[in-house]
């Protein structure tokens, strides 16, 4: 009997929930009570004849009712005790799968309740790192909590929104692309199907701003100053505003959020998001970038992107039947603030404070436009195999110097070996990895020369007559 056919559980809730009894219910499908207890209790099949007239008698979406839950429930069981915090314990596959198939409830219960741990968990993190910056509190609750919040929703969505990328498929099927000018081809659209001329214009002329819509003109301005991948992307970005704000508005609309400018962030989040789908079309994209192992510069010149645009494009490669390698980007400045974040890997970024001074990212900036490759280790143990290399931004002539900062791109260690970058690299000696952590005020590595600040929760040991590798000392077995 097939597995799938297996829905002894979903009847049995069924039944409960409509406040029927095993007679009643069976009378209703046309079998016996003792055939119904039979298939509650997955002795016996729910076959399709069956399952058709579950659906006419009780008026229930048989797609999702005859969704394999079982499968969804091993996964998330199987992250749950994937956590260091059950490293000790000799639970097995067939446990899981017994679990979710005997006691399905259960075993969402126990999901649940992991969840809640981990958000209380990070919330304590999030708790420790504001008391940790006190001088930036006026910060985190006025400018700073929006744009954490809207970080947050990308991250919740693993950086994938579906209804974006249909929206970017459309626009590229009705756009004439010649010898890959795709800028060429937006401009031709937007004289052609919005009645929006665009023009470049001086950086004198611009000042400050890199795109401006003028709404009584029907005009895009671009300031000269703009590269190539940078007009594109701006015009792309412009489309979705005109086009497409009902979409945009309608996915922020599915997600509360605490204050407006959340909102506002977030739309313009997917306003950039869906740029990126028309320079880079999924599908297209997705098997260039298997095909050439995810080399990136080949991937920015084979559709005219920068390196910030494609890596980020490569963030978000995690459609259902379809995922390429799932990425978390950061891009840091010399001073290690994190400007840009995005994730489709569970790695936790510090929200405040600077990121850890052994990660490579930081050492992009003494080799400037080389890549460097690292394989870094978490405190939890997990593995990420990582590429960091700079980026320059013209700021616009001699007088305003160029921005500069550091683009890191990474995965973790199981799927490096998809990646061009990793060859030679043993990626098995996981014991060989740079050990780094979110941020010094978390890290429990007390042993760490290179420690900026001490951890919350240990007791610093004050001892004139003692000097170690670090600035700081502890108190040996004195957490707090």
């Known amino acids: 009997m097939e597995r799938k056919a297996m ?44 399952l058709l007239k579950l659906g006419n008698a009780f008026d229930v979406d048989l797609q999702a009712f ?11 069981l199987k992250e749950v005790f994937a956590d260091p915090l059950f490293g000790t314990s000799d639970l097995k596959r067939q446990d899981f799968r017994e679990l979710a198939s005997v006691n399905p409830a ?31 509190l006026q910060i985190v ?34 756009l004439t692309v010649e010898h890959g000018d795709v800028f060429g081809a937006l401009v031709d659209f937007l004289n052609r199907e919005v009645n929006v001329r665009v023009k470049v214009m001086p950086g004198e002329v611009m000042g400050q701003s890199l795109r401006r819509f003028d709404r009584h003109s029907r005009r895009i301005l671009l300031s000269e100053l703009l590269p190539g991948s940078g007009r594109t992307f701006q015009l792309a970005y412009q489309i ?90 950061v891009r840091v400045d010399k001073a290690g603030n994190v400007s840009k974040r995005f994730s489709a890997t569970s790695l936790h970024f510090a929200r405040f404070g600077g990121a850890c001074p052994r990660w490579t990212v930081h050492d992009a900036f003494r080799t400037p436009g080389q890549m460097l490759t690292q394989l870094a280790r978490m405190p939890d143990g997990t ?5 960091a290399r700079t980026v320059t931004k ?43 952590g979110v941020n010094c005020r978390l890290c429990p590595r007390l042993d760490c020369s290179q420690r900026a600040f001490p951890p919350l929760n240990q007791r610093l040991l004050i001892d004139e007559n003692l000097r170690g590798l670090s600035t700081y000392t502890f108190v040996p077995g004195a957490g707090v």
């Open 7 to 50: 829905l002894g559980h979903k009847v049995r809730r069924l039944r409960r929930e409509r406040g029927l009894t095993q007679a009643q219910m069976a009378e209703m499908l046309g079998i016996s009570p003792s055939y119904l207890n039979l298939i509650e209790n997955n002795q016996r099949p729910l076959t399709v004849p069956l």
């Open 66 to 76: 005859a969704e394999d839950e079982e499968t969804r429930l091993l996964a998330s």
């Open 106 to 136: 259960l075993a969402q219960a126990v999901v649940t309740l992991y969840q809640a741990y981990r958000e209380t968990r990070e919330d304590m993190e999030t708790l420790a790192e504001r008391v940790a910056d006190r001088d930036k």
């Open 141 to 174: 609750q006025t400018q700073a909590f929006p744009i954490e919040e809207a970080r947050e929703f990308f991250h919740a969505q693993s950086n994938h929104f579906p209804e974006i990328e249909e929206a970017a498929e459309t626009l590229w099927r009705a």
């Open 240 to 329: 979705a505003l005109l086009q497409h704000r009902d979409l945009l508005d309608a996915v922020t609309a599915s997600h509360t959020f605490s204050v407006e400018e959340t909102r506002r962030l977030v739309r313009i989040g997917l306003a950039n998001y869906f740029a990126g789908a028309v320079m880079m079309p999924y599908q297209r994209f997705l098997d260039a970038a298997r095909a050439v192992r995810y080399d990136i510069e080949i991937l920015e010149s084979r559709f005219n992107a920068s390196f910030e645009q494609v890596c980020h494009r490569l963030t978000t490669m995690q459609r259902p039947g379809a995922k390429g390698v799932p990425f978390f980007m």
């Open 383 to 387: 593995a990420y195999f990582s590429v």
């Open 394 to 436: 013209s700021s616009g002539g001699f007088r305003s110097p160029p921005q500069q900062f550091a683009i890191a791109l990474g995965c973790e260690v199981q799927h490096a070996g998809q990646l061009v970058y990793a060859d030679g690299i043993d990626l098995q000696n996981t014991e060989a990895a740079t050990p780094i």
